[in-house]
């Protein structure tokens, strides 16, 4: 779909409501706003289920969800014949900035495949446009390519920052004992492409450069190859499975951080933006003006 097609989605409440409802019944499931403290509960222990090993803590708690429920902050669950198989929470940004910065999201292993987690993230710009907002921001783990593919084509999220080891040293079931580097997206609930994306038709990037030199590819080995490249397009790619590496091969996984810090995360932290990650498992960045 063009940018010009993309005109006849204007965003507003109530198509983003239209938007929501349609993509829940899509997934098979009900979404609504959480209130309760049971629901909480059921919260943490999916988000438990999730993200830690045996006999770990939730990443997060019944008292702070309730505390970001009262004070008017997003919490919101995905029920499937009256259980709880998805969950997303955010709390709002500073005033000025009229955004919510979405803290968690996750769906039960047995729902992958049936765009839950796309439902949720639909319902969540429901919410923000009824409650006037303009922005939503998250942070996703860029090693991850399914992750990649879902917030930046599949939401048409905007990339806008890296952070280098965001989190410190997590060590749960999911990021091992690497560094918690992350990629910030917004999310900018009225632009064409989003609505676009939220109604399942995501808009493709018209000025997208076609050619474009490596920067970093997969080696035979499955590691990380560097290239050295003058050019202003780049394409960096990734492992087709970064989390089966850090279980197997620890060591290979970290030098892949470290190789797309030195790649994605440096073109960002300069005049860097990506334009497009492809079916392949590949940002295409451009780093603009070198030197």
Request: hydrophobic share 40%; net charge negative.
């Amino acid at each position: 779909m063009s940018m010009t097609d993309a005109a006849a989605y204007s965003a507003s409440p109530e198509e983003a409501a239209d938007a929501a409802t349609a993509a829940a019944a899509r997934a098979g499931v009900e979404i609504r706003l959480l209130s309760e403290v049971g629901d909480f509960a059921r919260v943490a222990e999916l988000f438990q289920s999730i993200w830690t090993k045996q006999g770990e803590s939730s990443p997060v708690n019944v008292e702070t969800l309730r505390a970001l429920s009262k004070a008017g902050s997003y919490v919101g669950g995905a029920f499937e014949n009256g259980e709880l198989v998805g969950a997303c929470f955010g709390f709002f940004a500073a005033p000025d900035q009229r955004a919510l910065h979405s803290h968690i999201a996750g769906v039960s292993q047995r729902m992958r495949g049936r765009s839950v987690g796309f439902a949720l993230k639909v319902h969540q710009r429901a919410w923000a446009l009824e409650e006037g907002l303009d922005e939503i921001s998250w942070t996703f783990d860029p090693l991850i390519s399914r992750n990649a593919h879902f917030n930046l084509v599949k939401l048409a999220a905007t990339p806008t920052s890296y952070h280098r080891n965001f989190y410190g040293q997590m060590a749960d079931a999911l990021n091992g004992a690497d560094d918690t580097d992350r990629m910030l997206v917004t999310w900018y609930v009225r632009d064409p492409r989003v609505v676009a994306a939220c109604h399942g038709d995501p808009i493709g990037v018209a000025d997208e450069p076609t050619a474009s030199e490596p920067l970093l590819s997969v080696g035979e080995d499955l590691g990380p190859l560097r290239h050295s490249t003058d050019a202003r397009i780049v394409r960096v790619a990734l492992p087709r499975d970064i989390e089966s590496l850090r279980l197997t091969e620890p060591a290979r996984a970290s030098a892949w951080r470290l190789a797309l810090r030195e790649t994605l995360g440096s073109s960002l932290e300069g005049q860097g933006r990506v334009l497009s990650f492809d079916r392949s498992g590949a940002y295409t960045i451009d780093r603009g003006e070198q030197g």
